[in-house]
């Protein structure tokens, strides 16, 4: 019996030209974490593809499923790895179409790369066929669009030959476009937003506010649960966590009841791009989608955005719910998101939300309670957990310690020198 392997198929990257060995060697960091669950035996690059193995030799397909998660893998197929005998990679051949599921044509296409091997493509699709045909009598060879293709890949000494392959997320490594902090609260949207771009190969390091002490810290643990749901595919670094109730409180207080909503957000805002600096990362994503709901007209964003010189991304603003919805089924974040709790957002909610704010009277607001101490206060009470699944995320010097548990971003000084 064959050993089985996996054969890892990335087509974007391909096209990056010079900074193709970048990206290659990015995704094969991310394949080692991401696989480390399992009986990993190598990784390795092998002929414009990746090579992964198992340490019993087989690949389970728990684990060409996990792979097939991770961003920059367009496919990826489960292949029987053979030595350079005809009758033992036509065997192989055999097993593959007869695992390939319903089809009525096939054809063979055989590769050759770097080898001296005696015989040809042309002669190894004519030998592989006659023993497909042999195999399968009532199927018929067809050379264009056929059901199913039995792929030879001669490489060295080896042979690889497969036949079905499973669809992978695509993008790009992580830890290919640098990092962004995005906002996440535990509905659908951002969670889906932030899967979006750490799929197109950003670090992301999430920030969550939380109406902690004025609720209870279970929106905290629904981020906590769709973080690691996410942690998977390699994308989330670490996960802040701003307890922002208190200060709600005081800007619920001191502003009209219309303009409380937008008045948080540019808190909020403000905060996740003082941390997205000392973090280094040079943008932040939402998870607005426009006109969603009172708070996502332009004037709302405009009146928002304004707090900030970073870029926002907004990866969703032109995406429907339902469409939302569906790609949280498939990241594994739609049951959490489906979960009601109380956060920041449903804190000292006005009944009446401006829908199209004037800048002017959101500025009057603004300048009624002293933001900047509430914004450096708030970045002063951070907390923070860090998560081990993203190999290209680097904490900042200045909260480098690591965190197993959410725990404050600042630790006393009496307890950082050990004297408590
Ligand atoms: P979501 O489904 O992501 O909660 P939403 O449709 O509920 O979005 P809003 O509540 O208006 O829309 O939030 C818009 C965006 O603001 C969110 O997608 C998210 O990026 C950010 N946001 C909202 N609430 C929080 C929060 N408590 N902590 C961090 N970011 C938040
Ligand atoms: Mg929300």
């Given at each position: 019996m064959p050993n089985r392997v996996c054969l890892v198929h990335y087509h974007e990257i391909g096209l990056?030209?010079?900074?193709?060995s970048t990206f290659e060697n990015q995704l094969v960091t991310n394949l080692h974490r991401a696989l480390r669950p399992f009986d990993l035996g190598e990784i390795k690059r092998v002929s414009?593809?990746?090579?992964?193995t198992a340490a019993s030799g087989r690949v389970s397909e728990e684990m060409a499923g996990a792979i097939s998660q991770v961003p920059g893998v367009a496919r990826v197929s489960l292949a029987y790895l053979c030595g350079l005998d005809v009758q033992e990679y036509s065997a192989a051949a055999v097993k593959a179409l007869s695992?390939?599921?319903e089809f009525s044509s096939f054809k063979v296409h055989a590769r050759r790369s770097a080898t001296a091997y005696e015989l040809h493509t042309l002669e190894i699709n004519q030998l592989v066929g006659e023993v497909l045909c042999a195999a399968f009598p009532d199927k018929k060879v067809e050379m264009h669009n056929p059901d199913a293709t039995v792929y030879v890949l001669v490489v060295q000494g080896s042979v690889y030959v497969y036949a079905a392959s499973q669809v992978g997320v695509g993008g790009l490594p992580v830890g290919t476009a640098g990092k962004v902090v995005t906002l996440l609260s535990s509905g659908f949207d951002s969670p889906v937003a932030t899967w979006?771009?750490?799929r197109r190969g950003a670090t992301c390091v999430p920030v969550h506010f939380s109406g902690r002490p004025m609720t209870s810290d279970m929106s905290e643990w629904l981020c906590r649960d769709i973080c690691d749901a996410l942690a998977p595919s390699g994308t989330i670094g670490r996960l802040y966590v701003?307890?922002?109730g208190e200060r709600q409180r005081e800007i619920s207080l001191a502003v009209p009841q219309s303009l409380r909503i937008i008045t948080y957000r540019r808190?909020?805002?403000?905060v996740s791009e003082r941390i997205a600096r000392i973090e280094g990362a040079k943008a932040l994503v939402t998870g607005e989608s426009l006109g969603q709901v009172a708070s996502q007209t332009l004037d709302n964003i405009a009146a928002v955005n304004e707090m900030v010189s970073m870029?926002?991304?907004r990866p969703l603003?032109?995406?429907?719910?339902?469409?939302i919805m569906r790609r949280a089924e498939q990241i594994g974040t739609y049951d959490l998101s489906s979960q009601a709790v109380e956060d920041c957002c449903t804190l000292f909610m006005p009944r009446r939300p401006e829908t199209h704010a004037r800048l002017e009277a959101v500025h009057a607001a603004w300048d009624s309670f002293d933001h900047d101490a509430m914004i450096d206060d708030l970045v002063e009470h951070v907390e923070y957990l860090d998560f081990d699944q993203c190999p290209s995320y680097r904490a900042p010097k200045r909260w480098r310690r690591h965190h197993r548990e959410l725990g404050p971003a600042v630790v006393p000084a009496e307890t950082e020198n050990g004297t408590e």
């Open positions: 990056k030209g010079k900074n193709r414009g593809h990746i090579l992964v695992e390939f599921g979006m771009v750490g701003v307890p922002f808190v909020m805002l403000a870029p926002v991304l603003i032109g995406s429907d719910k339902q469409e």
